[in-house]
Each structure stands twice: as C-alpha cells, then as structure tokens.
C-alpha cells in the first residue's frame, strides 16, 4: 500500500505560492487547504491577496471564506477543520497540499498544539496596566528576554499575542515552545514534504511586495476596508483586522493618516511579516527550499516530488 503524503507549500509573502499550488495542482491529483489566517474571513478578498473567483472555482480551497470577520477563528479551530480535509482527502486517495503563510498554523498542524495555562484574568489586567504605563514595547522587550522564540514570532505591535505569551510563561515557568503538545501530523506516520519557496534577492522580495501592494490599492482595498467597517463598526480590533494592510487602511479612513503614508505603513508592515515568515522557516528543520524566482520552479517541484514518490499516487 502507497504511504500517505500530504505537502506543505510555505514562504515568505509575495513569492507566488498560490500560483504554484495551482500548477501542482493541475499536474497532481491535489486538493487544496488554505493555511492564512486572513483569508478564513468572508469579504477580505483583496488584502489577503485571495485568488479569483474564478480560479476557485477551477482549483477550489478548503478553509477559505468560511468565517465572519467578527467571529474568531482560532488555531485549534484551523488544526481541527485542516485535519479533518485532510483525512477526507486520502480516504480518496487523493494528496492534500496545504499552502499559505501562517507559519502558527502549520508549526500546530505539524507538532500539535501546546497544552497551554488557562488565561489569568488578574494577571492579564495586571500586564495591560503594564502596557498602559510604561507602552507595548516594554512587554515585548520583556518577551524576548524570557521567551526569544515566542517573541521572534510575534509581531512587535500584536498586543493579543504578546499579553498571551507573556502570561504563558510566567503561569508555567516555561517558554511556549517548552510545554507539551497535543499529537500533531508528524505523530501519524503521515509522509509530509515540507517545500518553501524564497526569493534569494531581497531587493527582488521587496520589490514584489511594492507591485502587489499598488495591485491592491488599484483593485480596490480602501473600499474593501470601507465595507468592512461599514458592517461591523466595531471590529477593528478584531483578530481578522490583524491582517496586514486592513489596520492601515482602517486607520487612513479614520483620518489618522493620509493615503501616502497609509501604503508606506502597509508596505513596512509586508517587509516585516516577510522576514519573521523567513526567520521561522529558517529555523525549521526538514524544509526544502526553491527559488521563487527561477523560471523552472513548477518543472524543479514536480521532479521533487516525484523523486518523493507521490507519483505512486499520480496521474
């Protein structure tokens, strides 16, 4: 009996994973799993870069739209639909390939999530006091000292996360990373192949970033953002507004700042989720990496997979 593959497909943003999920998947008999934690969300097409309708149709993707953008989705929320599309998958002897940027989810998918402490409502008082006094960036500092792992994760302005991992460690003495997981993927004998793509020149990866912000803007993000707003007033502090560009956007149609600085915060912002993207990867073991730039990428994956023997299950 063939062994079981599933394939993770990850990168940095803007080095074309989508469009190499699509290629793999029109030359393999692939079903697709979102791994975005942006694109979970209905009527958050534009900013999280979400493929056309059309191309969704052709290709569909599991875990795509499924959520309101008040509601949370939370990574144990994604572990359970994602692995439940992927067991269905291979109950058709079909090759569930996950792709996306939210290095969280895989890095849960993959381990299991870590049996975490209860939230502490006094103690999480006492550090947003602590945020109100003396700023976020002091707790985040404090975070690196104590959990630089968590803390290289962790956008320096995600409040949420930050509060979370700090109380994490000081309830359980130990970093995030130390405490015991639940089973994840690499507990079921499962075959993962782990692909990356990244783009050697980082004038290049910036340079595609630019394009694909103008592209957004272009398309009509500010209105998307209106909309958003528009319908659930109160959201922006919501998980789904973390995605990179609605904050901003949201805080143009506040008046807080003007159209040009807006899309040189967005871009600040793209460059940054880039390279802690990069870091996570880098620090993962078993990752094979292509150039997203070479013009034989979809030619050099397949030949690796192949190679993977996945083409017992191929066409």
Request: hydrophobic share 40%.
């Amino acid at each position: 009996m063939a062994k079981q593959h599933v394939i993770f497909l990850h990168g940095p943003t803007a080095t074309g994973k989508s469009s190499l999920a699509l290629e793999l998947a029109s030359r393999f008999p692939i079903d697709l799993i979102s791994v975005d934690s942006g694109q979970v969300y209905r009527g958050m097409e534009i900013g999280t870069a979400r493929l056309s309708e059309d191309l969704l149709a052709q290709f569909p993707h599991h875990l795509i739209g499924i959520r309101e953008v008040p509601e949370i989705f939370s990574v144990g929320d994604f572990c359970t639909l994602a692995r439940f599309h992927i067991n269905e998958t291979l109950k058709r002897e079909r090759i569930p390939l996950l792709v996306g940027g939210t290095m969280f989810y895989f890095s849960a998918l993959l381990r299991g999530i870590p049996n975490l402490p209860a939230a502490d409502p006094a103690l999480r008082e006492r550090l947003a006091h602590e945020v109100r006094q003396s700023g976020l960036d002091t707790l985040y500092r404090r975070l690196q000292k104590m959990d630089p792992v968590s803390a290289n994760r962790i956008d320096p302005n995600d409040r949420q996360r930050i509060l979370r991992a700090v109380e994490i460690n000081i309830l359980s003495g130990k970093q995030v990373s130390e405490c015991e997981h639940s089973d994840g993927l690499d507990k079921t004998g499962v075959n993962v192949s782990r692909i990356s793509l990244s783009v050697s020149d980082r004038r290049t990866l910036h340079r595609r970033i630019d394009e694909r912000l103008r592209e957004m803007i272009d398309a009509g993000l500010v209105d998307e953002v209106r909309g958003i707003r528009s319908r659930y007033p109160q959201s922006r502090g919501m998980p789904a507004m973390k995605s990179v560009g609605y904050q901003q956007v949201w805080s143009h149609l506040e008046n807080e700042v003007d159209e040009g600085q807006m899309i040189a915060d967005i871009a600040t912002a793209t460059r940054r989720l880039a390279k802690r993207q990069l870091t996570w990867l880098r620090h993962e073991r078993g990752v094979t990496w292509f150039d997203a730039s070479s013009q034989g990428l979809v030619s050099s994956v397949s030949r690796y997979l192949n190679a993977a023997d996945i083409s017992i299950m191929g066409h």
